[in-house]
């Protein structure tokens, strides 16, 4: 009879207990995104034990320091994301606190129909600290928005775990920075300018008819007097 180690007994007694109020397919997700983990920090940096705190869930997520020279990275809007869909052999992109990713090798789990397809083409980095991936959440907040707001601290570590899976992974690979399409930036800002100018003119027409009216009320006073 083979030995189970002592940490895989302990992982899946204490996971084993809660499945019955937990989604399955979540759970497994989680499960091999950890088990793709330690194996990234042994690789990286020979840490042959580093297994089992991650496999319990009582290790810190590794903290991704940005590019030094982030001004200079390639950068991907919103709208050049959506695009990298894997249709018509487009490559899979997804994003995850504002970092994009190439996870086109990775097909077989997130082209269409498969389970991880829900995150690609966007950035869904609530998606991965609540494990909502449908609808919305229990802040009624949409399950695949890229905003963090009302998340709990352990929701933000989840995030946290599969952006290092991510980034230490050796088949995926970072490609750039989400950012907003500068020709939306400046149409919003010449927007914002002629709506400012043209508040000014409805003010400035205001303060005309105003004076106008003082000067007739006092000429009317001189009048009568």
Not at 115 to 125: F, L, N, P, R
Not at 203 to 213: L, N, V
């Amino acid at each position: 009879i083979m030995a189970v180690p002592i940490w895989l007994a302990a992982a899946v007694g204490v996971t084993g207990v809660l499945l019955s109020r937990v989604d399955y397919n979540m759970f497994f997700m989680k499960f091999f995104r950890n088990l793709s983990r330690s194996k990234a920090r042994a690789r990286l940096h020979g840490n042959k034990y580093a297994i089992i705190p991650v496999m319990l869930g009582i290790e810190e997520p590794m903290k991704i320091q940005d590019d030094i020279d982030a001004e200079d990275a390639l950068t991907i809007t919103r709208e050049e994301l959506e695009e990298m869909d894997g249709f018509d052999g487009a490559p899979l992109y997804l994003s995850i606190r504002g970092r994009v990713y190439d996870v086109s090798a990775g097909a077989s789990f997130y082209a269409e129909g498969k389970e991880y397809h829900d995150w690609v083409g966007k950035d869904a980095s609530r998606s991965f600290g609540t494990g909502c991936r449908g609808g919305v959440d229990r802040t009624g907040m949409d399950c695949l928005s890229e905003s963090l707001e009302g998340l709990k601290e352990n929701e933000l570590k989840e995030i946290d775990r599969w952006l290092e899976l991510y980034e230490t992974h050796d088949k995926y690979t970072f490609v750039g920075h989400l950012v907003d399409d500068p020709v939306n930036e400046i149409l919003d800002q010449i927007e914002e300018k002629d709506a400012n100018v043209g508040k000014e003119e409805i003010d400035d027409q205001s303060s005309d008819k105003t004076d106008g009216t003082s000067r007739g009320e006092s000429a009317e006073e001189t009048v009568e007097i």
